[in-house]
């Protein structure tokens, strides 16, 4: 294809850099290729690497579910707690609840915010004895996880009274080792990863790891071999029958052709209820960007807003929207054939409704059939001609319909992989860079600088705007 497509694939299986502004390879295929495959950086065949800490990780995950782990006063864990935002919360928590099915022995918990109430909330009904944090975080800088990190250390220290603790009631997940050491970890439980895998990408390394606590090692393996099974038919289909370019391609035509601002992820399944934020970050964090690899700024449009949530709770909320609103969204419903639920009368329901919405959005209803059903109904002609235009549906709206038996493990490693190419398919097509986010940044620094002045730091040249809010609150806050 004349973007260099196959070119990208080979160039990111041959490990080179193709994440150019950051100078890294992008692997996170290697974290599901087969154990015996061979993907060399710096000399070193990454996928060994993977397997030790898949290894590392299953002695430990094992050793807390068969209740071998103690807290510091010798009872078994219960309860697990990752503190972790973006790529080390959205997918795991995502998984999580996917695999709620298959999810035995421990309750796991997610707190990202730095907003205090999400993790105090969180803590309120937990024992500090029985539960075990997990730090998950690929640079062990950010601001909200350590935040948050540093409330549960205190938490169970008050509760302890000794440091030694610590060693108990928390691991890590990290690139960055060091800090994590410093923090108090002990670095036995320090679980690696590695900067070739972006966060967003990386629920299937060692930042699954609340994953395999809540499932177990078995079936985080389905999730991967699922994955991987995505892989194989992505870097071997031709273009024609590849799914994943399918779907690029399909997003590229309603946002570049047909000028859609924003693509709607439809789940009408429960258990996918967090895949549209998982999606958000995915797609708008890796091509939510407006210059090419080489620094032009580009001529055309990169990443829809993407936003969504279950069916079918949002036909209640936004489907009006989608069906007579003036700006055209094109959808992706994703639906099982088989529920883990046993009211099976309430999932034809569900699948009634999804596939009802997928047909009003591509028919639509005609005014003459407007007017013909209103008659029918005996309405005078003058109440039809003032009700009539209200009721047409213009019809003719894009939707996709991904429907599968049942969401297995792998199942959902397949559904999650296929989309992750997806987004690199766009990518190339585009000419960006899917593996970089300088788009955060600002954000964080001037952050920084604000909290400063809070504290009674230098006052900085701020705009009026932020000037007033800052005054504001320090006049309003709790004393
Ligand atoms: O895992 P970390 O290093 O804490 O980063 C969390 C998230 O923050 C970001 O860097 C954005 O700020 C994401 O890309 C990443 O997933």
């Not at 055209?328 to 569900?350: G, Q, R, T």
């Not at 705009?463 to 809010?469: G, I, K, N, V």
Request: charged share 25%; hydrophobic share 40%.
């Amino acid at each position: 294809m004349e973007a260099g497509l196959r070119k990208m694939m080979e160039k990111m299986m041959n490990a080179e850099p193709i994440n150019t502004t950051e100078d890294r390879p992008v692997l996170h295929v290697a974290l599901r290729a087969h154990e015996r495959a061979k993907i060399i950086v710096k000399n070193k065949n990454v996928v060994t690497l993977v397997r030790e800490v898949l290894e590392k990780l299953k002695f430990f995950v094992t050793r807390v579910r068969e209740a071998e782990w103690h807290g510091y006063s010798g009872k078994p864990i219960r309860d697990i707690v990752n503190l972790g935002i973006g790529g080390s919360d959205l997918g795991p928590k995502m998984v999580c609840e996917a695999l709620k099915p298959f999810s035995r022995i421990l309750n796991v918990h997610f707190v990202s915010n730095v907003d205090g109430s999400d993790i105090y909330e969180t803590l309120k009904s937990l024992n500090p004895e029985t539960t075990l944090f997990v730090v998950a975080s690929k640079t062990f800088t950010t601001q909200e996880t350590m935040a948050n990190a540093r409330v549960a250390k205190e938490w169970v220290l008050n509760r302890a009274g000794f440091d030694e603790a610590i060693a108990n009631h928390f691991v890590a997940v990290s690139t960055n080792v060091e800090a994590a050491v410093k923090f108090g970890i002990n670095p036995e439980n320090v679980f690696e990863f590695w900067n070739w895998v972006g966060g967003r990408y990386s629920l299937w390394s060692a930042i699954g790891i609340s994953i395999m606590l809540a499932v177990g090692m078995d079936v985080f393996e389905e999730l991967l071999a699922g994955a991987k099974e995505m892989d194989e038919h992505f870097f071997s289909s031709p273009i024609e029958k590849n799914a994943p370019v399918i779907l690029g391609l399909i997003g590229i035509w309603y946002n570049n052709f047909w000028k859609a601002q924003s693509y709607a992820v439809l789940p009408y399944d429960e258990h996918l209820r967090y895949f549209p934020n998982f999606l958000q970050q995915l797609d708008m964090e890796s091509n939510g960007k407006s210059v090419t690899r080489k620094g032009d700024k580009v001529e055309y449009e990169t990443a829809p807003i993407v936003w969504g949530q279950v069916g079918t709770n949002g036909q209640h909320a936004f489907y009006q929207l989608l069906h007579q609103g003036t700006k055209m969204v094109p959808v992706d419903f994703l639906v099982a054939a088989e529920s883990f639920s046993p009211y099976k009368d309430m999932h034809d329901i569900l699948v009634a409704n999804c596939f009802a919405q997928s047909e009003a959005l591509m028919r639509g209803k005609s005014k003459k059939q407007v007017e013909s059903e209103l008659e029918q109904m005996g309405l005078k002609s003058k109440k039809i001609k003032k009700l009539a235009q209200h009721k047409v549906f213009e019809g003719n709206k894009p939707s996709t319909t991904i429907i599968y038996p049942k969401l297995t493990p792998r199942r959902l490693g397949s559904l999650i992989a296929m989309y992750e190419h997806k987004a690199f398919v766009q990518g190339v097509v585009w000419d960006i860079n899917s593996f970089d986010q300088w788009g955060v940044e600002l954000g964080k620094v001037l952050t920084q600088s604000i909290l400063n002045e809070f504290k009674g730091g230098k006052t900085h040249q701020h705009d009026a705007s932020t000037m007033a809010l800052i005054r504001y609150y320090l006049k309003h806050r709790a004393k």
